[in-house]
């Protein structure tokens, strides 16, 4: 059985439109969402291009949450817009981001830790053989089809059987990601996967994010940490307090500027004086403040 003989395991993606190479898959115009009276998101504007990795980054707060929601159909926009493939879409369940090839791999990565790794690959999505009333799960082919795409990844795991639990931090999260582009994920959104983990993980983390994008697919990767945006990221969207500060291309913006605006520089260069009078404040790093208080880069528009 091949993947794309198996009507069980949704690793076909419906038809879409056909389209250049390089138009956005997945594109924010002015989107915002209000909860009531609070307004959680405003203004955003994001485009999400195939093989290109869309860097979103912003302190707690700042609305990162709130995009993920929206793009991945938990939630919907209350202004502006939000089009797939040139087309305007109102998600209403995370189903239908999922068959327009919208994937997201939250924080903890929604595995079962005592199941294998191959049960773990194939969660919710079990191939089966056999006629109905007697059709069972087809271990056989899930195993051979789950080494396979970890393999295709760069993967490599000794045994398929132990538990996904024993995996590390940094395996765990390659696998999901792995997972999401054998079932035709074609916009992968990443939510902060290097939080948790150290130095070596995370650099396994980000080689398999590489990968991905490698494969063509369009990557939206949200993080706290602009270092780790600036190793894969092609484009940067800094969030605060529910608007984008900073919205750039890789050679718009240097890691020096990522950082200033991700650690939050206009506001201490607001400051700046202020803080000259505090005994054992050293401000002669921080940048002005008319060099931070304007966005980076607005060809693509913030709103």
Same mark, same amino acid.
């Given at each position: 059985?091949?993947?794309?003989?198996?009507?069980?395991?949704?690793?076909? *993606?419906?038809?879409?439109?056909?389209q250049d190479e390089d138009a956005p898959i997945v594109e924010l115009?002015?989107?915002?969402k209000s909860y009531g009276n609070i307004r959680a998101l405003h203004g955003v504007s994001l485009t999400v291009h195939p093989g290109k990795v869309t860097c979103v980054l912003g302190d707690n707060g700042a609305g990162k949450s709130t995009l993920i929601k929206i793009i991945s159909g938990l939630h919907q926009h209350t202004e502006g817009d939000f089009l797939v493939d040139g087309r305007p879409v109102r998600f209403s369940t995370p189903r239908?981001? *999922?068959?327009?090839?919208?994937a997201t791999v939250y924080q903890d990565l929604a595995v079962v830790p005592l199941m294998p790794v191959w049960r773990n690959f194939f969660l919710g999505s079990e191939m089966t053989k056999g006629p109905w009333p007697l059709r069972r799960l087809d271990i056989e082919t899930m195993k051979k089809t789950a080494d396979a795409e970890l393999r295709n990844m760069g993967i490599v795991l000794?045994? *398929?059987e132990q538990p996904i639990g024993t995996l590390s931090g940094g395996q765990r999260q390659c696998v999901a990601i792995a997972?999401?582009?054998?079932?035709?994920?074609r916009v992968l959104i990443l939510d902060e996967p290097t939080a948790a983990l150290g130095v070596k993980q995370s650099g396994v983390v980000l080689k398999y994010i590489a990968a991905a994008r490698d494969k063509g697919l369009g990557v939206i990767f949200i993080t706290h940490n602009p270092h780790h945006a600036y190793m894969v990221g092609d484009h940067f969207s800094v969030l605060r307090l529910g608007t984008m500060e900073l919205n750039a291309s890789r050679d718009e913006v240097s890691l020096d500027e990522l950082t200033n605006h991700m650690a939050g520089g206009a506001e201490l260069a607001a400051l700046k004086h202020e803080l000259a009078q505090v005994r054992g404040v050293d401000v002669d790093e921080l940048p002005e403040e008319t060099d931070l208080t304007a966005p980076v880069g607005t060809s693509e528009g913030t709103s």
């Open positions: 059985m091949t993947k794309n003989e198996s009507t069980t395991h949704g690793a076909v *993606l419906p038809d879409t439109p056909a115009r002015g989107a915002g239908e981001a *999922l068959d327009k090839g919208i000794d045994d *398929l997972r999401a582009v054998y079932f035709g994920a």
